[in-house]
Every structure is written in structure tokens, then in C-alpha cells.
């Protein structure tokens, strides 16, 4: 049976759901956050240390945000490249109809690996 | 006349938000649509979040002003702080930036090489220094700061309106 978690701070709701083969981190609201490496990082390094073990896929859903500030995306660009050099599966999904969310996570196929380990993933 | 927002802005993390809402409904009253809306309240936004990080603010008279506007096909964003002594890092910082990000032939190479370098810091280090580079990448904005003779400190963005 699935576990599901919800973490709140000012606007941001993050939605962690622990299911058979993945885990989904929800990003929904605004992430306004002055620090977030005090909220997000934990939670991210988290899902992270549970996920490598049981071997599943973290899918960092961030669709349902309407607006990100760039601190926010400093812990998901660190735990992109710990999954990176290590053993970690994520996927990333956004919107890529919305332009700024485009434009952002667009830039994260840096991190993307050969062998599909990291998948960067804008669909409408 | 050309339509103009000013706001005062208290060094109030929670003010971020009001922000945020403010020049969004400003925008969207502008018709700009909803593709530049988010793109210049995050312009907005990251500015304001630098100008309460930073900004030195000794009693409720000492705020964050805030002005938005546009003219002649583009859009400016002008936020202005009180800095004091220990802001000095940042103002060189500030100049550092913005030079390192003017010596990047477009400013995507710049924010793919912040990214990188932020990859590679340690996870408890929690200053990103992505803001004023997304800026000039996401909201294709010039940058400049300008410090008056009461330790005001002024950064703009302006953008072309497309």
C-alpha cells in the first residue's frame, strides 16, 4: 500500500507518495522560501536515501507549481547530481506549455544520463 | 501616461508574497500576457528577495521600494534598499556578477555554468547566486546597480518587451 506524506511551508505543499516502484515528491503553490535548504533538502535527501535501496524512481513532479523562486532550485540541482554520480533513478516532470517552467527545468538536461538514470521531461 | 507600480516593501520575508501578487495583478491589468507576467514578477520577485537579504534596515522607515514600469517597448524593474557595513560583500558580489555573467556570449552559457558550480558545492551550503543570473536569462533583462550618497543602493532590470 502506498505511503503518502505532506510537508507544508508558507505556499509550498510538497506531496511525497511512496508506491511500488516510484516515489513522487509534488511540488504545488509558489515556493517563496527564504530557505530552502531548511524544508526542501531534507525531504529531497530523504526520499533520496529511501529510494537507492529499494531501488525505485524518484519522480520530482514540480507541474503544479505557478511560481519558483531560484533558491528553490538549488537543493533539486544538488540532489540531481548525487543521483548523478551515484545510483539514484529520477525523473523530472514540468510544464513545458507553461514558458517559465520551460525555460527553468529545461536547463536541468544537464544532468541527464545516458543510460536514462536521469530523465529531464517537459510534457503539455 | 505609461503605467507605472510602486511599492513599499517592509524587510519581511512573508512580503516576498504580497509582492509577487501585486506586480503579477500590475502585469496582467497591463495586458501583457501571461508568458511575460511570470516572467517579470520573477524579475520582481528575485530583486526584492536580494533587497531584504542584504539591505540594511534599522527601523519601519527603512523598506524596500519597489517600481515597475513600462515605456517605449520595454520594461523596467527598479528595487532600492539602505545597505550598511556588513553589505559591502554583497555589493562586490553584485559587481562581480554582473560582470561575470556580461563576459557570457548569451546568457543561457551563464546559468548552465552557475548550475554546475552550484552542483558541486557542499549540500548545507545555501546560497545559490542564481537569481541575478535567471534574471538575465529567463527575463532577458540588462542589469545595473547604482549606490547614491545615502547608502541607497538601486538595482534595475529592463527588458525588452516581446
Not at chain 1, 525555460?103 to 536541468?108: D, G, P, T, V, Y
Request: with cysteine; charged share 25%.
Amino acid at each position: 500500500m502506498a505511503k503518502a506524506q505532506t510537508f507544508t511551508n508558507n505556499q509550498l505543499t510538497i506531496d511525497v507518495a511512496d508506491e511500488e516502484r516510484t516515489i513522487t515528491v509534488h511540488f504545488l503553490g509558489k515556493s517563496i522560501l527564504r530557505d530552502p535548504n531548511d524544508f526542501v533538502m531534507p525531504i529531497l535527501l530523504r526520499t533520496l536515501g529511501e529510494a537507492i535501496p529499494a531501488r525505485k524512481r524518484i519522480v520530482m513532479n514540480f507541474r503544479d507549481l505557478s511560481y519558483m523562486n531560484s533558491s528553490t532550485l538549488t537543493p533539486v540541482i544538488k540532489i540531481l547530481e548525487r543521483a548523478r554520480v551515484g545510483e539514484g533513478q529520477i525523473t523530472v516532470e514540468y510544464r513545458k506549455s507553461l514558458k517559465w517552467q520551460d525555460i527553468s527545468f529545461s536547463a536541468l538536461v544537464i544532468f541527464q544520463t545516458p543510460d536514462g538514470r536521469i530523465v529531464i521531461e517537459g510534457t503539455d | 501616461m505609461s503605467p507605472e507600480l510602486e511599492l513599499r516593501v517592509a524587510s519581511d520575508w512573508n512580503e516576498v508574497g504580497r509582492v509577487n501578487q501585486a506586480v503579477s495583478e500590475f502585469l496582467s491589468g497591463c495586458g501583457l500576457p501571461a508568458e511575460g507576467v511570470d516572467k517579470y514578477t520573477m524579475v520582481a520577485c528575485e530583486l526584492v528577495e536580494n533587497g531584504i537579504k542584504y539591505g540594511h534596515f534599522s527601523g519601519e522607515k527603512d523598506v524596500v521600494n519597489v517600481r515597475v514600469w513600462i515605456a517605449g517597448g520595454t520594461i523596467s524593474v527598479l528595487v532600492s534598499n539602505p545597505i550598511g557595513n556588513y553589505s559591502r560583500t554583497y555589493l562586490s558580489e553584485l559587481d562581480r556578477t554582473i560582470q561575470w555573467v556580461r563576459g557570457f556570449q548569451a546568457p543561457f552559457e551563464a546559468y548552465i555554468a552557475r548550475m554546475k558550480a552550484i552542483s558541486r558545492e557542499p549540500l548545507e551550503t545555501d546560497k545559490s547566486g542564481l537569481g541575478l543570473v535567471r534574471i538575465t536569462y529567463e527575463g532577458r533583462a540588462m542589469l545595473d546597480f547604482y549606490l547614491d550618497e545615502n547608502d541607497t543602493l538601486s538595482v534595475s532590470a529592463v527588458s525588452t518587451l516581446e
